[in-house]
C-alpha cells in the first residue's frame, strides 16, 4: 500500500498537483443535467454580483438598513447559517466518537456542507460593511484586533478555524483515498475532537456576540445560546437529509437509510427542545411584562399599528409545530414524503424564526423608542441570491470531486486500485428503491 510519506519533496508536491488537477478535471465533466444545475447557479451568482456591484457604487443607501435598523436580511442568513454549519456535529460524534460506520460513510459530505455554509456565512458579513476594502483593520498585526475584548474578534476566530478544520481534515482524509490508503486515525481524529467542541462554540459566540450588546434587551436572555444551538440541530439535520437523498439518488453514493434515520430522529427531538425554549421565552416576557418586552411584543403581536413581523413568525411557528408533530410520530418520520415535508418546514421555520424573527425586533423599538420597520431591498435580496449560488456552487464542486475519490473510481495513477464501493455515474431519475439497494450493497 502506498504511504503518504513515502518520496517525499518533489515527488510529494508533484502528487499534491495531480491529486489537484484530478479534482478539477472530475468538476468539469457531468452529465448535461449536471451542467444545467451549474448554468442556474452561475445566474445566481450574476444576480448576486450585479446587485454587489451596485451596493459597492452606491453604499449601503441601497439597502433599506438605517441607523435605526443597522441589521438586517444579511445578518438574518449569517445567523442561520452558522448554524448549518454547527449542525455537521451531529454526524461527526456518532461516527467517531460511537464507532457508527454507516453514518462515517457520510462524514465527508457533512464536512462539505459545514465547508459552504460557513462560507456563505463569512461572505454575509463582508457584504454587510459598508466598507470592506477595511478588512484589514482585523487583521492581527496590521490592524487591532481588539482581542480578547471584542466579540467580533471572538467570531472572526472561530468562524475561520472552523473552516479551516473543516478543510484540512476533508482534505487529508479525500488525500489518502486518492492515494489508495487508509486514512490514519491516530493523525487526524484530535483535529476532530477540535471540531466537534468548536461546532458547538461558533454559535455560542453567534450567540454571545448579540447579547453583549446591552442596549438591546431583546437579545438580553440567557436561553439565546441554546436556542440558537437546538435550532441548528433543527435546520442543519433537515438540510443534510435533503441534501444526502439528492446525493444518493443522482450519484448512488453509500448512503445507508439508517443515516437518513438517525438524521430524522435528531430533528424531531431537537424542534420539541426549540418550541419548549420559546415557550418558556415567551412566558417570561408576557406573564409580567414590562417596558423590555416591546420588541417581543412588536414580533409578535404588532406594536402601535406595526405588525410587518407579525405573520411571519407565526407562520414560522406553525411550521415547526407542524414539522414537530411529523417527526414525533414515527410512522410518519418514516414515511419519506411526510420526512421530506417535515425538513423542508424545518428549514424555513428556523429561517424565519432564528433570522428575520431574531435579528430585526431587537431594533424596533430603537431605545429612544422610534418604530422604524425594515423590509429587504431587491438590491439586498440579489446580493442574497447571489451568496446562496456560490455557496451551493461550492459544495456541488466538491462533493463532485470527493464522490469519485471516496468510491474508489478516482484513484492517483500509482495508487494502489482498489474495486469500486459504489457507482459514481448513475443516471439521475432511478427509483429509491433502487438507490437505497445499491447503497447497502
Known amino acids: 500500500m502506498t504511504e503518504l510519506t513515502e518520496n517525499s519533496g518533489g515527488g510529494a508536491v508533484s502528487r499534491v498537483f495531480r491529486f489537484v488537477a484530478d479534482c478539477l478535471r472530475e468538476m468539469v465533466h457531468g452529465s448535461w443535467r449536471y451542467w444545467t444545475w451549474m448554468a442556474v447557479l452561475a445566474a445566481m451568482l450574476a444576480v448576486g454580483a ?9 453604499g449601503l443607501v441601497v439597502t433599506d438598513m438605517t441607523n435605526q435598523v443597522s441589521w438586517g436580511f444579511y445578518i438574518a442568513n ?10 455537521a456535529v451531529m454526524i461527526v460524534i456518532p461516527a467517531y466518537i460511537f464507532h457508527r460506520d454507516d453514518i462515517k460513510d457520510v462524514v465527508l459530505m457533512g464536512d462539505t456542507m459545514a465547508i459552504a455554509a460557513v462560507t456563505m456565512a463569512i461572505l454575509f458579513v463582508v457584504v454587510d460593511l459598508g466598507r470592506p476594502d477595511r478588512l484589514w483593520h482585523l487583521l492581527p498585526g496590521i490592524g487591532i484586533f481588539h482581542f480578547p475584548e471584542s466579540m467580533l474578534a471572538w467570531d472572526v476566530i472561530v468562524l475561520n478555524g ?44 453567534t450567540a454571545f ?43 448512488r453514493y453509500p448512503i445507508k437509510q439508517s443515516v437518513i434515520n438517525h438524521l430524522a430522529l435528531v430533528m424531531a427531538v431537537s424542534l420539541q427542545i426549540t418550541l419548549f425554549l420559546i415557550g418558556a421565552e415567551l412566558f417570561t416576557e408576557f406573564y409580567n411584562e414590562g417596558e423590555h418586552a416591546a420588541s417581543i411584543r412588536y414580533l409578535f403581536l404588532g406594536l402601535d399599528g406595526h405588525d410587518a413581523l407579525t405573520p411571519w413568525i ?21 414515511n419519506v414524503i411526510t420526512m421530506n415535508i417535515a425538513c423542508v418546514l424545518t428549514v424555513a421555520g428556523v429561517w424565519i424564526e432564528k433570522g428575520m424573527g431574531m435579528i430585526i425586533p431587537a431594533f424596533v423599538p430603537t431605545p429612544i423608542g422610534e418604530i422604524y420597520e425594515y423590509t429587504p431591498t431587491l438590491i439586498e435580496i440579489g446580493v442574497t441570491i447571489g451568496i446562496w449560488g456560490l455557496g451551493l456552487m461550492i459544495f456541488t464542486l466538491l462533493a463532485k470531486a470527493a464522490i469519485p475519490i471516496a ?27 433502487t438507490a437505497t439497494a445499491a447503497s447497502t450493497t
Open 50 to 58: 450585479w446587485s454587489y456591484a451596485q451596493q459597492l457604487s452606491d
Open 78 to 87: 449569517f445567523t442561520f447559517l452558522v448554524g448549518v454549519a454547527a449542525a
Open 162 to 205: 472552523y473552516l479551516a478544520l473543516n478543510i484540512g481534515i476533508s482534505a487529508y482524509v479525500v488525500y489518502c483515498h486518492y492515494r489508495g490508503c487508509e486514512p490514519k486515525l491516530r493523525y487526524y481524529f484530535p483535529f476532530v475532537v477540535v471540531a466537534i467542541f468548536w461546532a458547538i462554540s461558533i454559535h455560542t459566540v
Open 209 to 251: 456576540l448579540y447579547s453583549a450588546n446591552s442596549g438591546r434587551p431583546f437579545w438580553s436572555n440567557p436561553l439565546l445560546a441554546p436556542r440558537f444551538i437546538a435550532s441548528a440541530f433543527c435546520s442543519g439535520p433537515a438540510l443534510m437529509i435533503i441534501g444526502l437523498q439528492i446525493i444518493r439518488r443522482v450519484s
Open 314 to 334: 407565526w407562520t414560522a411557528l406553525l411550521f415547526l409545530g407542524i414539522a414537530t408533530f411529523i417527526g414525533t410520530v414515527h410512522p410518519l418520520r418514516q
Open 407 to 433: 468510491c474508489g473510481g478516482l484513484r492517483a495513477p500509482d495508487a494502489k486500485q482498489a474495486a469500486p464501493r459504489c457507482d459514481v455515474r448513475g443516471p439521475v431519475g432511478e427509483q429509491a428503491g
